[in-house]
């Protein structure tokens, strides 16, 4: 049993009772890792537990499992994994909150999801209704509706006894499916305020119920109108009869209708408290009409009656009414479609279930008994009538058949009535042509008018409830964000009166209408579409066997849901087929709509669970497939660090696998595992949600590690799933590889060996201005953290007056702020252009490219990988009008037949080229003054040990084993000259082109120096555009077969 005090005038979590210490209390800073964004607060307090000694860890608690927005005010977080573990290792601890205030402005966002109510006495008042009042009453009033008393004769004169029975029973079975799929739903977790919108939403996700959420708020609305409309038709016929018409019969339904509609309008908006007391009086009312039309069947008919159809029971009056007789082209399906709206009020006690104590145990259990007082009622009350009333009667005491007349017109026959006439002109009585039947029928008539009049109004009444609440709760959600203004509830029950004036202009504009056989079968539609998404959600959940997916309602069966749902939209389409195609055209164009908004919402939906089944299944059945070089793609991992601080490297690596491929941003922090660890899980949820926001199609990960290169090591052998593996590393070239010490390059050129090792293919990028743009953002991030400080003492000098001390202190803290440290300094007009000129750079290929070229330089055959990723490129919208030129070593002698066969296997390789050109002086010396350059690069990491003597030669091989010897310099000339002439090569050219690709020189292991190599690189992407250096792992990725 929960207890609370108050301290403070907050509230105390009960499992922290037993503590001498107040626990600290939750503020609004808390961070989605878990931890707290205050600086500093005390330790968590321990407690005596039920084990006997002092200790961090809690017992179960239901505190523990609310949500940050509970609706009951506070949470408790349990001891954090790091805070039971690391607690005694070091001086101090996590500080983490033990409760969570919710804000009294909450205004009901997604985050209070799915949270229980305190009882009335804890909340301040609040009004909830048991299952009785709250559900049962209010479904039984519901559905006893408009057709109960002025269209159920008319329906059973259509279709007759036999089909008329067949059409309740459908709608009993469609209603009772829809129910034991809305009893599991509802006692899968708490129940909050929306009815259907909510059940469905929580189920399939914001965009179904988004959807439906409109479409069933709307039909609640349209329904208002059905029953006002019915309510109306009948005062309009008892003005007809006491010759009170006030302009003509339609337009007086109109005047009533939107009088009616008013005083139900005052109902409402004074509260649920005196909408329930309404509906229980109105229960009254209509228990004794309906008991009235029983009794009147057996009360001997009079002549008046006797002329008007109605002779008590006679087995010859059901034969002739047990078969159809449509007229006035009415159908089966046309007659089913006006009846069912009356079969549409189960949702009644769904739609308030915020009001209701239980909405657990009260929905199903009312729900359930409702639909089958109701059906046992519908079915009594017809039959009974279709027993005694024959379909057509002129009313008039002398259409009795004369001695000598033959009749054979009807059962009326039997009893001395001659209706015959009705065969010629339209009569006014009978089951086909009186609507005011069970009046007549009735011990007393004004009873049956009383419970019309209850039937109707509490439908309307609860109608006109349901539509708001449900509204408010799909504009809570903020799904639609131009709809939030309906959001705002008022008083202490957080009364919609937004949503009724909205929900009351709705039910005008169709009251005007005037006729309900025209409105009936517009809200059938959108009653059917909610009943069959309510259908498959039970079903999509119970399918995706989620752990989550608990109901205590255990009566349900996934597949009589599955054909719940089914029967449903057969009905839709049966009743009017291009209703049907609007209703899901209409929901169609709602759910697009919400994906393409994607609300931030996260309720766990079973579409989540089946999106994660199938990624699982669909994994394992790629993993049973052996790879094929004609599907082969880039699979990549990219070395970006923190995704942003890399922007090119992530954008290039972005266009290769956009909806291809695999993309795995890494980031490696170095240090210690421990100390690293709490930053690593930070980054881990704000990374991915910036990939996201920033719709770059990747995902993030992170090691710590003591170095670069080992943590690489962890993605080259751990990254990926099965098939979804990487299978190209991607890494920037390490600008500063020159003042960098001896182990950050052999640590950089271990990873290229590693890539090799594990047989990667390996793609390094060159931009001259740079990649990392961190310090530029930090500094960025800096100034604007200054920039609200400022603003934030400029509006408090302001609300103080600016006088006196205070204007003194802020000044201070001003001058403070601006002289805090380098990174506030304004930068020099200097390096302000150099930091604009790396951003620049760093973000060209988040535009289009312009018309231009990539030119390819394929010198070694690495498998195709060097030849795939431009023509990649090539396919993406921003780089579509850059064209391919391709460039290939030659020997002069064979320049055109070289040519010819690269020509003929692009052509065989299916990739369009703009060029092909034949590089025949690759061999070539370079120039004096490349060798210069190159020769000024590695001065500094080289031996020279044959300047030297033996003695001091060997004393700095030992001392630098990773310098560059004359031997190893005089072994790898030819190479080194060859990266030289390259680069030559290149500055000819491709100067102008939007982006170079050149085959990648690999360094043979513990063969070419780390310096040398780094060298290699350096000289050959120096001094040139964007340059990608391709080296595939030498299996193929291209085929020309079929």
């Known amino acids: 049993m929960e207890h609370y005090a108050s301290v403070r005038g907050e509230h105390v979590n009960p499992v922290f009772e037993a503590s001498k210490d107040d626990p600290p209390h939750y503020d609004d800073g808390f961070s989605g ?196 409309v019915g309510f109306a038709e009948t005062v309009v016929d008892l003005l007809e009869e006491n010759n009170a018409i006030m302009v003509d019969q339609q337009n007086d339904i109109r005047i009533v209708g939107c009088i009616t509609v008013v005083l139900l309008l005052g109902i409402s908006v004074a509260g649920m408290e005196w909408e329930a007391k309404a509906q229980i009086f109105l229960l009254i009312i209509l228990l004794v009409a309906i008991a009235n039309v029983f009794i009147g069947t057996v009360i001997p008919a009079t002549k008046d009656k006797n002329s008007k159809g109605f002779f008590n029971y006679h087995e010859s009056i059901i034969s002739e009414n047990f078969l159809p007789e449509f007229r006035d082209g009415e159908t089966f399906f046309s007659v089913f479609a006006i009846f069912f709206p009356a079969a549409t009020g189960i949702l009644a006690g769904a739609n308030i279930s915020g009001d209701l104590k239980d909405p657990q145990a009260a929905l199903p259990k009312g729900t359930l008994l409702a639909i089958f007082i109701t059906g046992i009622t519908y079915l009594g009350v017809a039959l009974c009538v279709t027993a005694t009333v024959v379909r057509d009667a002129t009313g008039n005491l002398n259409d009795t058949i004369v001695e000598g007349m033959s009749c054979n017109f009807s059962a009326a026959c039997d009893f001395g009535y001659d209706f015959s006439a009705c065969a010629t002109k339209k009569c006014s009585f009978g089951l086909m042509n009186n609507f005011q039947v069970m009046t007549m029928v009735s011990g007393f008539g004004p009873l049956i008018i009383a419970g019309t009049f209850s039937a109707t109004l509490s439908s309307a009444l609860a109608s006109l409830v349901s539509a708001p609440k449900v509204f408010q709760a799909l504009c809570k959600d903020n799904i639609y964000q131009g709809l939030k203004f309906f959001a705002k509830g008022h008083g202490k029950n957080n009364e919609p009166i937004r949503g009724y004036v909205l929900t009351f202009i709705i039910a005008v504009a169709f009251i005007l209408i005037a006729e309900l056989n025209t409105i009936a079968p517009i809200i059938s539609n959108f009653f059917l579409a909610s009943y069959a998404l309510i259908n498959f959600s039970c079903f999509h959940a119970s399918y995706a066997k989620s752990p989550g997916w608990r109901p205590a309602y255990k009566y349900y069966n996934m597949w009589l849901s599955l054909f719940g749902a089914l029967l449903c939209c057969v009905v839709m389409f049966v009743i009017n087929w291009w209703a049907a195609l609007l209703t899901y055209g209409i929901e169609l164009l709602l759910y697009i709509y919400v994906t393409v908004k994607k609300p931030d919402v996260n309720w766990g939906s079973s579409t989540q669970a089946v999106t994660f089944i199938s990624a699982v299944n669909n994994t394992l059945v790629l993993s049973g497939v052996d790879e094929h070089v004609k599907n082969f793609r880039p699979q990549c991992i990219v070395l970006t660090g923190a995704p942003k601080t890399r922007p090119a490297l992530l954008d290039l690596a972005h266009s290769l696998t956009k909806n291809y491929g695999l993309c795995i941003t890494c980031e490696i922090f170095i240090g210690s595992r421990t100390d690293k660890l709490q930053e690593l899980n930070t980054n881990l949820e704000s990374h991915q949600a910036w990939l996201r926001s920033n719709k770059r199609k990747a995902f993030y990960a992170a090691v710590a590690s003591d170095s670069l290169r080992n943590g690489s090591l962890s993605f080259l052998q751990a990254a990926g799933l099965g098939r979804l593996k990487p299978n190209t590393l991607m890494i920037g070239f390490k600008r500063d590889w020159r003042a960098a010490g001896a182990a950050a390059i052999q640590g950089y050129v271990g990873i290229l060996h590693d890539a090799f090792d594990f047989e990667y293919g390996t793609v390094v990028l060159r931009i001259s201005q740079g990649l990392d743009i961190s310090h530029v953002i930090k500094a960025n991030e800096e100034m604007e953290r200054l920039l609200t400080m400022e603003q934030q003492a400029e509006s408090e000098d302001l609300r103080e007056g600016g006088k006196g001390l205070f204007r003194l202190s802020r000044k201070s803290s001003k001058q403070v702020l601006t002289t805090k440290g380098p990174a506030t300094l304004p930068q020099s007009a200097e390096m302000a252009k150099v930091n604009q000129r790396l951003v620049d750079a760093s973000t060209q290929f988040q535009k289009k490219i312009g018309k231009g070229t990539i030119d390819v330089w394929w010198l070694f055959d690495d498998g195709g990988l060097t030849l795939l990723l431009p023509y990649i490129l090539t396919t993406r919208k921003k780089w579509k009008d850059c064209k391919l030129r391709v460039f290939i070593a030659g020997q002069p002698g064979r320049i055109q037949q070289d040519k010819e066969e690269m020509e003929s296997l692009l052509k065989k390789f299916r990739i369009k080229y703009a060029e092909i050109s034949v590089v025949s002086d690759v061999s070539v010396r370079p120039s004096s003054e490349s060798m210069k350059v190159f020769e000024d690069m590695i001065e500094p990491f080289r031996l020279h040990e044959g300047t030297k003597e033996m003695a001091q030669a060997e004393s700095l091989r030992k001392d630098s084993p990773w310098k560059i010897s004359d031997a190893e310099l005089e072994t790898f000339e030819e190479k080194t000259n060859l990266q030289i002439r390259l680069n030559e090569l290149l500055q000819e050219s491709s100067r102008a082109a939007k982006l170079i690709i050149v085959s990648m020189p690999i360094a043979r292991k513990e063969s070419v120096p780390d310096h040398l190599y780094m060298a290699w690189l350096d000289i050959l992407t120096k001094n040139l555009p964007p340059t990608l250096l391709i080296r595939g792992n030498h299996k193929s990725v291209l085929t020309f077969y079929s």
């Open 33 to 228: 890792n878990g931890y707290s964004n205050a600086e500093h607060r005390d330790l968590r307090p321990s407690v005596v537990s039920a084990f006997g000694h002092n200790t961090l860890d809690r017992a179960p608690n239901i505190d523990f499992y609310r949500n940050a927005g509970s609706v009951s005010g506070h949470r408790a977080i349990r001891p954090s994994l790091q805070e039971l573990h690391d607690m005694f290792q070091k001086n101090g601890g996590l500080s983490i909150d033990d409760t969570v205030d919710d804000r009294d402005d909450s205004d009901g966002m997604p985050t209070d999801d799915a949270e229980s109510v305190l009882p009335p006495e804890e909340k301040g008042g609040f009004v909830k209704f048991g299952w009785i009042k709250g559900v049962l009453v209010r479904c039984m009033l519901n559905i006893w509706g408009v057709m109960l008393f002025i269209r159920l004769s008319w329906v059973f004169g259509q279709a007759g006894a036999g089909l008329g029975v067949v059409i309740v029973l459908l709608s009993i079975v469609v209603t009772s499916v829809t129910c034991l799929s809305m009893s599991a739903i509802c006692t899968n977790g708490v129940v909050r305020g929306g009815g259907a919108y909510y059940l469905i939403s929580r189920s399939l996700g914001p965009e179904f119920g988004g959807s439906i959420g409109l479409i069933f708020a709307f039909a609640n609305a349209v329904a208002v109108a059905m029953y006002v």
